[in-house]
């Protein structure tokens, strides 16, 4: 089971993060970073033998990424493709694989409902041959399509977050978007281990995914780590 954690994000639980997981998405310029963190990030990563991926976003730090942005599709992708671009140099400064590619925030979101900006996303990726899988969310079309173009992907679900009947993420600004107690967190995690993930307080819909996701920059993320650990331990699962 791949454990993923976005960094690089200017959070002070990088390295503790680093200790335990076995791949994280580095943000490179668009809603955080530059050369220079991504590189720092990267030098962690390699020192815990952590898998690197590129987490590319729209090109608006003030919001971290998490606001939707109408953008020329021009323009959309040379921003993506200088970010990756970050990414590139710094990785081959470290000789390391290019492990994944997954979409940021808002970009993430709207990569499942617009045709149009997801076809523009692709032709970007395809320009960086060295990315060997695509994160994409679990139970989505945008998988058959990135399927059909020859990429490899990595289904992904979240740990922390809360998801409507149709598995769509609950947005951010609704005050339940994301779980913050230990105890649900625990329940929930068990529950996808078995394939199942809640979407309401009685319903739960199966799922398929290859990856779990928890955010590094929520409140309980260090405890929700070693929860996740220990879990993973004692269902002999790695």
């Known amino acids: ?14 390295e503790l993060f680093m200790s335990i997981i076995n791949s994280c998405s580095i943000a490179v310029g668009g809603h955080y ?17 952590v898998n690197v ?26 921003s993506i493709h200088d970010q990756l671009l970050n990414f590139k140099n710094a990785l081959n400064y470290f000789k390391l694989d290019w492990h994944h590619c997954k979409a940021h925030g808002a970009l993430y979101n709207d990569l499942i409902h617009n045709q149009k900006l997801t076809t523009a996303y ?17 139970s989505k079309s945008i998988i058959n399509d990135a399927e059909k173009k020859n990429f490899r992907v990595l289904k992904e679900i979240f740990s922390d977050r809360r998801y409507d009947e149709y598995l769509n993420l609950i947005p951010r600004k609704n ?7 230990i105890t649900e967190f625990s329940a929930n995690l ?26 590094s920059d929520s409140l309980m993320s260090d405890k929700f780590i ?3 650990h220990e879990i993973l331990n004692e269902e002999q699962i790695q």
């Open 226 to 228: 070693y929860k996740m």
């Open 53 to 78: 991926g590129s987490h590319p976003s729209y090109p608006d730090k003030t919001n971290f990424g998490r606001v939707s942005i109408k953008m020329d599709l021009n323009k959309f992708q040379k």
């Open 122 to 138: 692709f032709e970007v990726l395809n320009e960086f041959s060295e990315i060997n899988y695509l994160i994409l969310p679990a």
């Open 1 to 14: 089971m791949q454990i993923n954690v976005d960094l690089g994000e200017g959070g002070k639980k990088d």
């Open 175 to 181: 005050a339940n978007s994301m779980i913050t107690d």
């Open 33 to 49: 970073g530059s050369i220079s963190t991504i590189k720092k990030t990267i030098r962690l990563a390699y020192k815990y033998g």
């Open 190 to 215: 068990k529950h996808l281990l078995k394939g199942k993930i809640r979407v309401s307080n009685h319903l739960f819909r199966n799922v398929l995914f290859d990856s779990i996701c928890l955010h």
